[in-house]
């Protein structure tokens, strides 16, 4: 792994920077995604992920040295469908990936009310970006910022238009990725909003062993069945093998009111001790002061999720109903910052000891 201070001293030995790192766009000519706009990024650290353009600059692929960390589902890439959002459509064109947002305007299930009907998770995952900047690092001028800027439109005639201004930005020589994003009323009418990130992994940094790591008062609303993992008695934060039970729609899912720092930052982890690999998530408890872990085990579809969130996935009529939900003026906006890193050595117990 390069180190960024060592990159700037060896900047007259490489005379491009593409051979370090940096941002590289292309389309997707084959399988599912046939069609797809995507853009690489490659750090220079091990750590290299897909984004992909037409899905709201969401993240598929993601790769430090030769471990995989997303769960990628079996269709993987899949062109975004703006009219999936009908009842359960949206899990047909669900590709996983380290990062899908779920939202802007609805997180959970499908539901009807006096406003119409939303189908699972919202829009904003099925609508392609309008890319508006790519920033370079340069390390002949000893520039290691790189960053990719679009903005995601959730609109319609007579409203509600919402936009969604995302930026993806890292270093050379650092194991980060950051996504900060403004969510703004673009409309003339107040508009309620939800927002959750549904962050993914998968083998190998998830495998039997692997600690899940967060901290925080939670419920779990599924029945307690033999598909139930979030109960009293059972280790709940260990990856176990595949179950038999979570077979097919078989998933259990917790809902944690996460711990915040005296700063009022939040973090989780995932932490796989045979691979002396770990991955850390942070984000601010004053944006995003919920998370959801999921956990589905089944054979051959072998995931957890750490998901923050404004909301947990209870659905817009349910957060309007408990008074939780968010309204957005015309005019008025919304900012989201997340990290995610990958941590080695002596960074893991760090990372640990500060959530």
Not at 17 to 38: F, H, K, M, P, Y
Not at 62 to 85: C, E, I, K, T
Not at 233 to 256: Q, R
Request: with cysteine.
């Amino acid at each position: 792994m390069i180190e960024k201070n060592s990159l700037l001293q060896v900047k007259n030995k490489v005379g491009n920077t593409a051979q370090i790192g940096g941002i590289e766009t292309s389309v997707l000519d084959n399988g599912l995604g046939r069609g797809s706009r995507i853009a690489w990024i490659n750090t220079g650290t091990g750590l290299r992920y897909k984004v992909l353009l037409d899905r709201a600059m969401d993240i598929a692929d993601a790769f430090f040295n030769q471990y995989s960390l997303s769960w990628l589902s079996h269709s993987g890439v899949m062109p975004a469908d703006r009219f999936s959002d009908q009842g359960i459509g949206w899990l047909r064109n669900f590709g996983g990936g380290l990062v899908t947002t779920c939202g802007l305007s609805h997180v959970g299930g499908p539901e009807d009310d006096e406003n119409g009907h939303r189908g699972v998770h919202g829009r904003i995952s099925n609508t392609p970006a309008e890319i508006i900047a790519i920033d370079q690092p340069d390390l002949s001028a000893g520039k290691l910022e790189m960053s990719i800027t679009g903005i995601i439109r959730e609109t319609q005639v007579f409203g509600p238009s919402l936009e969604l201004r995302r930026t993806i930005s890292g270093k050379l020589g650092e194991a980060k990725i950051k996504v900060s994003d403004e969510v703004i009323n673009k409309g003339n009418t107040i508009v309620p909003h939800m927002v959750l990130y549904h962050i993914n992994f998968g083998w190998p940094i998830v495998d039997e062993g692997t600690q899940i790591i967060w901290e925080g008062t939670w419920e779990s609303p599924t029945p307690d069945t033999d598909k139930k993992v979030f109960k009293a008695g059972n280790n709940f934060k260990v990856c176990p093998p595949p179950m038999k039970s979570h077979s097919g729609t078989g998933e259990d899912v917790a809902f944690i009111d996460v711990t915040s720092d005296k700063d009022g930052n939040c973090k989780c982890a995932l932490y796989n001790e045979k691979l002396n690999l770990a991955v850390g998530v942070s984000f601010k408890k004053e944006q995003l002061p919920w998370l959801v872990n999921w956990q589905h085990w089944g054979e051959g579809e072998y995931v957890t999720a750490l998901e923050p969130a404004t909301h947990p996935p209870i659905g817009q009529k349910k957060a309007k109903q408990d008074g939780s939900i968010i309204y957005l003026a015309p005019g008025a906006s919304k900012e989201y910052d997340l990290q995610i890193e990958i941590l080695k050595n002596k960074e893991i117990q760090d990372f640990i000891n500060s959530i």
